[in-house]
């Protein structure tokens, strides 16, 4: 069964800066996606970035990008030049190739301070 | 287009009770998902329902059941609610397909057992 791991419940960060959320996962299958919802505080989970495992190529949306290391199982979310509408809770997610399903993890709490 | 929509928003029941909740998923998209969360279990998978058949299933008791229609839209339902089933229940649709790898998460159905 596959586990996603988020070590950080609570992080904060100033305006305009730059801050890294971390996610690691376990699994045996060679063919997956990783991704990173947001969910605010109105509850609607919106998805902020996708990795496809084949591509070494790491993801970037706008101000978003990821770290995406395969050997070290390990796909960590940048988000540059902070916004107060960043603020929410993060959610790393995997979804297998074979099958439908996404397994979460269980989120940080990212408050972006004025 | 419209989004994910989910009925009822809110719901309060009491042990016992059986519930049922509603999603419609977006307008093309064949495949619905649902997903508990609650804040000490976090977000876990119950069940993925595509062109009308089950297709994955997480690991829920028998309580715990659901449905798709023909025109994609699903129901969730729950017999002999117990304290426990206490969450947001949200479901997310998607195209469906081996290498659709995005879902899209309807607002949650806050569920409350008293």
């Known amino acids: 069964a596959q586990t996603v791991t988020q070590s950080q419940p609570e992080m904060s960060v100033q305006e305009a800066e730059t801050v890294t959320l971390s996610c690691t996962y376990d699994?045996?299958?060679?063919?997956?996606?990783l991704f990173w919802y947001k969910q605010p505080p109105s509850r609607q989970m919106i998805l902020v970035i996708r990795?496809?495992?084949?591509?070494?190529q790491n993801a970037t949306e706008n101000r978003f990008s990821v770290n995406f290391q395969k050997a070290a199982k390990s796909f960590s979310l940048k988000i540059s030049d902070s916004q107060l509408g960043d603020t929410a809770m993060y959610f790393c997610?995997?979804?297998?190739?074979?099958?439908?399903?996404?397994?979460f993890g269980k989120g940080t709490l990212l408050t972006v301070n004025p | 287009k419209a989004g994910v929509t989910q009925t009822p928003r809110y719901l309060i029941k009491t042990r016992g009770q059986q519930v049922t909740l509603s999603c419609s998923p977006i307008?093309?998209?064949?495949?619905v998902s649902w997903y508990q969360q609650t804040p000490g279990q976090g977000l876990q998978f119950l069940f993925e329902?595509?062109?009308?058949?089950?297709?994955n299933k997480g690991n829920f008791p028998g309580r715990f059941s659901g449905r798709q229609f023909s025109n994609s839209r699903s129901e969730m339902n729950v017999s002999t609610l117990e304290l426990g089933d206490s969450a947001l229940y949200l479901c997310?649709?998607?195209?469906?397909?081996?290498?659709?790898?995005?879902?899209?998460f309807g607002p949650g159905t806050r569920l409350t057992v008293l």
């Open positions: 997310a649709s998607s195209f469906g397909g081996a290498n659709d790898n995005e879902q899209f």
């Open positions: 699994t045996s299958e060679s063919n997956y996606y």
């Open positions: 990795q496809e495992a084949y591509k070494q």
């Open positions: 997610a995997f979804r297998g190739g074979s099958n439908y399903k996404l397994t």
């Open positions: 307008s093309g998209h064949r495949s």
């Open positions: 329902y595509f062109s009308e058949t089950q297709r």
